[in-house]
């Protein structure tokens, strides 16, 4: 079944690491998206890529380094630069970034301890 | 900078009661607009889109309607269900070539 996969599920931090969370997708969509959501808010784009090789800062892209090296792949990196970093990370791909529906995986929850 | 609002964060029905959850957006330019649900601790999962050449859309149980004169966007659900209960935002798209802006977000809570 085609989907998207984000790992790991939960991931904690100590301060000044980096972490890099993980999202594949298999829908052969060309777009994928990063989303940060913090308790009772709505979500706030990080980055986005529309092309292999290519990708284009969000609203709060500071902190955050991504890479887009293959389709199937849009890994996000939380810098030491993120000053509060814990929230639920979502990740999401579109067949491109027209007038298309997202598909989400079921997130990464970062915790810094 | 464009935003995308909602009327009510929390919003309470009875079992079989028809749910309205509003949305306000700014940008009178956005082409595109999709309702999500979330469950806690769950991505978001497509409910129902709708083009801006488009004023209602009608999908199983759920309704969209789109007002552009005063850039609002409603979700009905017909006969809520427990099932209903989650987080509803609803999102639109500015430009062509940029991602989906999205608000903050209704909580629909269904009692029996």
């Known amino acids: 079944d085609g989907g998207i996969t984000q790992s790991p599920k939960y991931l904690f931090r100590k301060e000044g690491q980096n972490v890099t969370l993980s999202c594949e997708q298999n829908l052969n969509h060309d777009a994928m998206y990063w989303y940060r959501q913090d308790p009772g808010q709505g979500l706030r784009l990080i980055y986005y890529?529309?092309?292999?090789?290519?990708?284009q800062k969000g609203d709060i892209a500071e902190g955050y380094s991504v890479s887009r090296e293959k389709k199937e792949s849009f890994p996000l990196t939380v810098t030491s630069a993120q000053k509060n970093p814990t929230a639920f990370y979502l990740c999401a791909s579109s067949p491109q970034t027209g007038p298309y529906g997202y598909t989400f995986g079921s997130g990464t929850r970062l915790t810094v301890v | 900078g464009e935003s995308v609002g909602l009327h009510l964060p929390t919003l309470s029905v009875q079992e079989g009661d028809n749910s309205i959850i509003n949305c306000a957006y700014s940008?009178?330019?956005?082409?595109?607009f999709i309702w999500y649900k979330q469950e806690s601790g769950k991505g978001p999962q497509f409910i129902i889109d709708i083009r801006s050449n488009m004023d209602k859309r009608q999908g199983q149980r759920v309704t969209v309607l789109l007002n552009k004169t005063v850039k609002h966007l409603s979700l009905q659900i017909a006969a809520t269900q427990p099932g209903d209960s989650a987080v509803y935002f609803c999102a639109e798209r500015g430009q062509a070539g940029t991602a989906l802006i999205f608000g903050k977000g209704t909580t629909l809570s269904v009692s029996s």
């Open positions: 940008n009178s330019a956005s082409d595109y």
């Open positions: 890529s529309q092309i292999v090789n290519d990708f």
